[in-house]
């Protein structure tokens, strides 16, 4: 049989865990609730440990290299590859070339675009070395690089992909980060061109984005 103290202890730990539990409820509903303060304040230290880098948002050429292989001469000094005239529109003589044999990928040769002819749907380039060619090699990859834009843009690294939304994260002051939603353009190996949603001059945040984002979303923002 259940002695008055045995009712009141019982109705104490009801009590207690009835409190508990809504202080944890009330924990959840802090973390979650939206924040009218949509920043996500990071410290020096935080920042440093999470190597976060900044850039500039700024107009500048945006490098798009065309890839295509090819055959070297006998002269082992000029190779000529070919392109859809789409993309070959884009080549000029001058443009700096990247070239490496199939077979030893890790041997980058510097080379220059020196003749370029259409033919139809066809464009044929030749790009001549800078200096001696792999020796034994016949054929090479080629990257040609073009620059058709000039444009307000970033890093690739700044942009993240955030429930079907391009977000960029952008330091408002020192220690804190908004996320931006932007209109990419074209992009390129380096740089993608921003259509809107970013001025030039303005701080983004490259590598590092991703740690600011998971954080952003933990706060609830």
């Known amino acids: 049989m259940q002695t008055p103290r045995h009712a009141a202890i019982a109705a104490t730990t009801v009590v207690l865990v009835l409190i508990t539990a809504l202080l944890a409820a009330q924990s959840i509903r802090d973390r979650i609730r939206l924040s009218p303060e949509k920043r996500s304040p990071i410290t020096e230290q935080q920042a440093n440990e999470l190597t976060l880098t900044l850039n500039d948002a700024s107009v500048r050429p945006i ?24 993309e070959g529109a884009q080549v000029r003589a001058g443009q700096r070339v990247r070239a490496f044999p199939p077979e030893s990928r890790s041997s980058m040769f510097q ?16 790009a001549t070395l800078s200096g001696p060619a792999h020796a034994g090699s016949a054929r090479y990859v080629l990257e040609i690089v073009t620059e058709p834009l000039e444009a307000l843009s970033v890093p ?15 330091q408002v002051e020192k220690g804190r980060y908004e996320p931006r939603e932007v209109e990419p353009g074209l992009q390129g190996e380096l ?8 001025k030039a001059g303005e701080q983004v945040v490259t590598f590092g984005s991703f740690f600011i984002d998971a954080d952003h979303k933990l706060k609830g923002f």
């Open 63 to 86: 490098q798009v290299w065309l890839r295509t292989a090819g055959t070297i001469d006998k002269a082992e000094r000029s190779i000529t590859a070919a392109l859809p005239a789409s």
């Open 111 to 126: 080379a220059r675009v020196t003749g370029v002819v259409s033919r139809g749907p066809t464009t044929f380039v030749t």
């Open 156 to 170: 690739n690294e700044a942009i993240i992909e955030s429930e079907g939304k391009r977000v960029i994260y952008v």
């Open 191 to 198: 740089y993608t061109e921003i259509r809107s949603g970013l």
